[in-house]
T-cell receptor, first 112, second 113 residues
Framework: GNSVTQMEGPVTLSEEAFLTINCTYT??????LFWYVQYPGEGLQLLLK?????DKGSNKGFEATYRKETTSFHLEKGSVQVSDSAVYFC???????????FGPGTSLSVIP | GAGVSQSPSNKVTEKGKDVELRCDPI?????LYWYRQRLGQGLEFLIY????????KSGLPSDRFSAERTGESVSTLTIQRTQQEDSAVYLC???????????FGQGTRLTVV
């Protein structure tokens, strides 16, 4: 079946460090891939998405590239800020009738 | 409405009571999801509605949980005979179609005492 795997957290980084949160997926066909973010005390919101292979989604300095050959959608940011502290969820949406599937989430804490 | 609306935002109930949670999706969104998020945990899928198709109930944890949706409008999640382990934030999300991003409500925080 379809599934999403994320690196386990929590992840703690110093401000201005480089961030990578790994995400790999299992799915047939050509799913759309998403990263959602949940800031403390807030609801989930879409951070970025990619709908086909080799697409790069980007927003707020975050990037993720849809790699079909490695079935991955790793989230990266070159220089994190304290305000990036949140839980990040990788998600998969199929093209056929199916629900969006979320990974377990990765908690990120950025310290000054 | 402008976004997904959930009510109530907080609910405290006694063990054994029934509760009903409501979700108003974004107008025109055919897909609607319910998830559960326990404190410090990830999202646990509960149920998925897509248009007039039969809902995907594969995530409902027990027969005490049920959900309904009328057409492409409001959905209610009902938990019967609540237990303490039901305490969590219940999140509703809707999307325009099955393969587009989901928009989440703020959730209902349920506390069973």
């Amino acid at each position: 079946g379809n599934s999403v795997t994320q690196m386990e957290g929590p992840v703690t980084l110093s401000e201005e460090a480089f961030l990578t949160i790994n995400c790999t997926y299992t799915a047939t066909g050509y799913p759309s891939l998403f990263w959602y973010v949940q800031y403390p005390g807030e609801g989930l919101q879409l951070l970025l998405k990619a709908t086909k292979a080799d697409d790069k989604g980007s927003n707020k300095g975050f990037e993720a590239t849809y790699r079909k050959e490695t079935t991955s959608f790793h989230l990266e940011k070159g220089s994190v800020q304290v305000s990036d502290s949140a839980v990040y969820f990788c998600a998969l949406g199929k093209t056929s009738y199916d629900k969006v599937i979320f990974g377990p989430g990765t908690s990120l804490s950025v310290i000054p | 409405g402008a976004g997904v609306s959930q009510s109530p935002s907080n609910k405290v109930t006694e063990k054994g009571k029934d509760v009903e949670l409501r979700c108003d999706p974004i107008s025109g969104h055919t897909a609607l999801y319910w998830y559960r998020q326990r404190l410090g945990q990830g999202l646990e899928f509960l149920i998925y509605f897509q248009g007039n198709s039969a809902p995907d109930k594969s995530g409902l944890p027990s027969d005490r949980f049920s959900a309904e949706r009328t057409g492409e409008s409001v959905s209610t999640l009902t938990i019967q005979r609540t237990q303490q382990e039901d305490s969590a934030v219940y999140l509703c999300a809707s999307s325009f179609s099955r393969n587009t991003e989901a928009f989440f409500g703020q959730g209902t925080r349920l506390t069973v005492v």
